[in-house]
């Protein structure tokens, strides 16, 4: 009886201990630069909605102004990712080092998801880019914007000397025009929708780069994306899926409720809270889901970046999609 007892007293003990939580998994972290500007959402979408969590993933954000910190970010294995990344930058930095930015998803820019264009100050006399001649012009900053913005002013009969132009922090677009430092200039949201609700500055055109660079104003300019590292990939493939997928899940939020997701700007990006509903969504796509199409418009954006110097060499921009 007694023997009998014990193994009774042992079964009960075995079914507490299987009763018991079993014990929480540490996340898996990633190191994530990140451009606080509106092409950045589906990072904090990602965030705030759990779909990192959901896939154990716990994202260490480092905030880098532009495209030429996280391509040094990239190389140097500071991140792991890029939350945002200048295509043509991206591509550069593969020449150098053969796949250090390897794109999970693309942002599609037209004239309908707007990011890249000119503007000028209330007063200024310019109805067109044409217009733009003697005037003092800022650019968003980064060799790959600097040149696109001269390409686009040729493109509408203006060469250098017609006009000057200096890169200039994003984060000082807004200020600048403000201040009436600058005519104009070549910006990207949400700054555009900053200064025209501010009254300070109207937009001249936008979707630049499908309509003067990839000559139709129905292609696709992949000028940005989120790119992951080779490292990264290869000694953690499998976090490196699961990151991909939250990427995707919160990329379907977005196609799917852009007015929800805009909501994901405010306090995370310089997008004031009365600017949010402005600002145009993009045409985010994961990189397995790139039609034929939109892969030949990735690749003559790509050529162009060697066109104008950016790119060293001419690339076969597939190579650098990771499809998850």
Same mark, same amino acid.
């Given at each position: 009886m007694k023997l009998l007892s014990k193994i009774t007293a042992f079964a009960v003990l075995l079914l507490g201990l299987t009763a018991l939580p079993a014990p929480s998994r540490a996340q898996d972290k990633v190191s994530v630069g990140v451009f606080p500007v509106s092409s950045s959402l589906p990072y904090f979408v990602a965030l705030e909605r759990g779909f990192f969590k959901e896939q154990n993933i716990e994202p260490e954000m480092i905030k880098l102004m532009?495209?030429?910190?996280?391509?040094?970010?990239?190389?140097?294995n500071q991140i792991e990712v890029s939350a945002v990344l200048v295509m043509l930058e991206g591509l550069n930095a593969d020449v150098k080092k053969p796949g250090v930015?390897?794109?999970?998803?693309?942002?599609?820019?037209?004239?309908?998801?707007?990011?890249?264009?000119?503007v000028v100050r209330n007063g200024f006399p310019a109805n067109s880019i044409a217009d733009l001649k003697g005037a003092k012009l800022m650019s968003a900053p980064g060799p @790959?914007? #600097?040149?696109?913005?001269?390409?686009?002013l040729a493109k509408n009969g203006l060469k250098e000397g017609d006009y000057t132009i200096d890169q200039l922090d994003m984060g000082q677009h807004v200020n600048a025009m403000t201040a009436g430092t600058f005519d104009g200039g070549y910006t990207l949201e949400p700054n555009a929708s900053m200064m025209i609700?501010?009254?300070?500055?109207?937009?001249?055109e936008a979707g630049l780069i499908s309509k003067y660079i990839l000559g139709s104003e129905t292609a696709d300019a992949y000028a940005a994306g989120c790119a992951m590292t080779s490292d990264f990939i290869q000694k953690r493939p499998d976090v490196a899926k699961r990151f991909a997928m939250a990427w995707a899940k919160a990329i379907a939020f977005i196609n799917a409720n852009p007015d929800e997701a805009r909501k994901h700007l405010a306090k995370n990006t310089f997008t004031p809270d009365n600017v949010v509903d402005m600002?145009?969504?993009?045409?985010?796509?994961?990189? @397995?889901? #790139?039609?034929?199409?939109q892969l030949a418009d990735f690749q003559a954006f790509a050529d162009f970046g060697t066109s104008i110097g950016v790119v060293p060499e001419k690339v076969d921009a597939s190579k650098f999609l990771q499809k998850f």
């Open positions: 532009g495209g030429p910190p996280n391509v040094a970010a990239m190389m140097t930015a390897m794109y999970i998803s693309l942002n599609s820019q037209t004239k309908n998801w707007k990011m890249e264009q000119f @790959a914007n #600097l040149n696109t913005a001269k390409a686009i609700k501010a009254g300070i500055a109207r937009s001249l600002v145009s969504m993009l045409g985010y796509v994961m990189a @397995a889901d #790139l039609s034929p199409k």
